[in-house]
């Protein structure tokens, strides 16, 4: 089964600071989409990133960029120009490629951003 | 852009009452899946749909049942609730080009 694995639960960078949130995963699929998505304190689960396996370059939206290693089954989310808006949980997630497969979440890391 | 819309977005029920919950897909969207993420936790898996008909199913406590209509949109109906039922229960839906499966904003579901 896969499973999704995030070690830290909660962190805090200073405003303006980059941080990195670290995920590891485990499946035995070759191809499958990861994903990292953001849960503000109003709890809508808002899609930030997106990889998919295949593609060995690593996605980036804006300020945020992804570390995806596929051999060692690492996806961590890095987080550049912190801004206060960004403090929320985040939950790595993960999604085999079948057309309506359901998403697998990781226990979430909570982020704070220091004014 | 239109969002998968749910309703209602707040329900307070009691022990061994009864509970639905509706979601509407983003137009085009063939797809459906229902969440349920307790206090604290990550959002767990429940039953989704596929062109009207069950596709997967996860976690689902045989009271709760769900069903896709034919206008694409889904509600999930629960019975006998139990305290342990409350919890944000979230819709989301996808068109199977795209992949990615896009978060309605929840139903906050309380069981007293």
């Known amino acids: 089964a896969q499973t999704v694995t995030q070690s830290q639960p909660e962190m805090s960078v200073q405003e303006a600071e980059t941080v990195t949130l670290s995920c590891t995963y485990d499946?035995?699929?070759?191809?499958?989409?990861l994903f990292w998505y953001k849960q503000p304190p109003s709890r809508q689960m808002i899609l930030v990133i997106r990889?998919?396996?295949?593609?060995?370059q690593n996605a980036t939206e804006n300020r945020f960029s992804v570390n995806f290693q596929k051999a060692a089954k690492s996806f961590s989310l890095k987080i550049s120009d912190s801004q206060l808006g960004d403090a929320a949980m985040y939950f790595c997630?993960?999604?085999?490629?079948?057309?309506?497969?359901?998403?697998?979440f990781g226990k979430g890391t909570r982020l704070h951003i220091l004014p | 852009a239109a969002g998968v819309i749910q309703s209602p977005r707040h329900l307070i029920k009691e022990k061994r009452e009864t509970a639905t919950l509706k979601c509407y897909p983003i137009?085009?969207?063939?797809?459906v899946y229902w969440y349920q993420q307790g206090p604290g936790q990550d959002p767990q898996f429940l039953i989704s749909?596929?062109?009207?008909?069950?596709?997967d199913k996860g976690s689902i406590p045989d009271r709760f049942s769900a069903q896709q209509f034919s206008d694409y949109h889904s509600e999930l109906n629960m019975s006998s609730l139990e305290l342990g039922d409350s919890a944000l229960y979230f819709c989301?839906?996808?068109?199977?080009?795209?992949?990615?499966?896009?978060f309605g904003p929840g139903t906050r579901l309380l069981v007293l």
């Open positions: 499946t035995s699929e070759s191809d499958y989409y």
């Open positions: 749909f596929y062109e009207k008909m069950q596709s």
């Open positions: 989301a839906s996808s068109f199977y080009i795209s992949q990615t499966q896009y």
């Open positions: 990889q998919e396996a295949y593609k060995q």
């Open positions: 997630a993960y999604r085999r490629t079948n057309r309506d497969d359901k998403i697998i």
């Open positions: 137009p085009r969207h063939d797809t």
